[in-house]
């Protein structure tokens, strides 16, 4: 069964990508984009009720979309790690080390050319946005896009899932990984008209998110390597112990 600590962590991940620099100013433009709405309905007050409905139901299947997509990911990474169950301590050793190169590459100290590039999916013309289910699959797609603020930490939550001694580990690890980056998400989506001001605040202070994720990464990917995570596990346990969490995982 995860560890609290472990949920924490893959939960803060998402937080992470979400707040990344190219992620959150983006996100009032991807909600208006998916939901279809002519911007000057989007000023319009006499509109605002059906505006925002349609923008929190377009953005709350754009997460579906999205978080389906991480689940098979953990599912399909968990499959890895239990098939090598004999290798395991290995397997975490070199996650480990790939995880601290991705926390390098946050800290713009290391260039890795793959994670610079972004894959685009083009929207096939049938494809009409407004629609929930073209915004599932629009957030589908959006899961695919390796770029520079997703792919370190989305690599580094999959290599831990591989890592996992199940699939549903797995999986379980990714939708973690997906709250985080939905539950902000659905937030602006339920202000968007607020939100868009505040967000034009924050954003000139996201370099610093870059610099937390990649130290986050780095500890993460020390700990994997030396084979101590599971003080990581013992420091959550003290921490949430308020919660009595292995109390409840012995009832389960």
Known sequence: MLSLTLIFSAFFAGLLTFLAPCTLPLVPGYLAFISGIPQADIHDPSKRAWVRRRIFLNGLFFILGFTAIFVIFGSAAGLIGQNLAEVRIWLTRIGGVFVILFGLFMLGVLRIPF??????????????????????????????????????????????????????????????????LAVP?????????????????????????SVIGGAFLIFLGLLLVTGNFNVLVSWGFEFFGFLEYDAILRHL
Do not use: D, N
């Open 115 to 180: 994670l610079q590039s972004e894959k685009r999916v083009h929207m096939p013309q049938w494809l009409t946005v407004g629609k929930p289910s073209s915004s599932f699959l629009i957030g589908g797609a959006f899961a695919f896009g390796w770029s520079p603020c997703i792919g370190p930490v989305l690599g580094s939550i999959l290599l831990l899932a591989s890592t996992s001694t199940t699939v549903l580990e797995g999986a379980l690890l990714l939708l973690v990984f997906s709250f985080g």
């Open 185 to 209: 998400f659905l937030l602006v989506a339920l202000g968007f008209s607020h939100a868009t001001a505040y967000i034009k605040v924050i954003s000139r202070y996201l370099k610093w998110v």
